[in-house]
C-alpha cells in the first residue's frame, strides 16, 4: 500500500504561483505512475496530470498545457506540481494518486490523498 500526503495549497492571485507536493510512504513509490486531479465545487473529479516512473513521459489536460509542470523525485519519495498563471478556474482541491498506467481515467488510479484546496482570487 502507498499512503498519500499533499501539501502546498493555499490561496493566491491569479498570474500567482504555487507549489503542490505529494508524499509518499514506504518504498514502493517507483513502482507507480502519479497523478494529479482536481475537484471544484459542484464538478466532477478532472485530471490534471500524470508523469511516468521515470519522469520521462508525461500528460497534461489541455487547460493546464504551457502552465502546471509535473515532475517527480524517486530519492524523495514525493511527485511535484508546478502551477503558474494561475486563474480562477484553477481553484479546486487538487489531489495526487498512484496507479498502474498514465491515463485521464480516475479508476486506473489504486491510492489518493486527502487534497489540499487550492484558491485563486480574481
Known amino acids: 500500500q502507498v499512503q498519500l500526503v499533499e501539501s502546498g495549497g493555499g490561496l493566491v492571485q491569479a498570474g500567482g504561483s504555487l507549489r503542490l507536493s505529494c508524499a509518499a510512504s514506504?518504498?514502493?513509490?517507483?513502482?507507480?505512475?502519479m497523478g494529479w486531479f482536481r475537484q471544484a465545487p459542484g464538478k466532477q473529479r478532472e485530471f490534471v496530470a500524470a508523469v511516468d516512473l521515470i519522469n520521462v513521459y508525461t500528460k497534461y489536460q489541455d487547460s493546464v498545457k504551457g502552465r502546471f509542470t509535473i515532475s517527480r523525485d524517486n530519492a524523495k519519495n514525493t511527485v511535484y506540481l508546478q502551477m503558474d498563471s494561475l486563474k480562477p478556474e484553477d481553484t479546486a482541491v487538487y489531489s495526487c494518486?498512484?496507479?498502474?498506467?498514465?491515463?485521464?481515467?480516475?479508476?486506473?488510479?489504486?491510492?489518493w490523498g486527502q487534497g489540499t484546496q487550492v484558491t485563486v482570487s480574481s
Open positions: 514506504g518504498n514502493t513509490f517507483r513502482r507507480y505512475v
Open positions: 494518486a498512484a496507479g498502474s498506467l498514465i491515463t485521464t481515467s480516475d479508476v486506473h488510479y489504486d491510492y
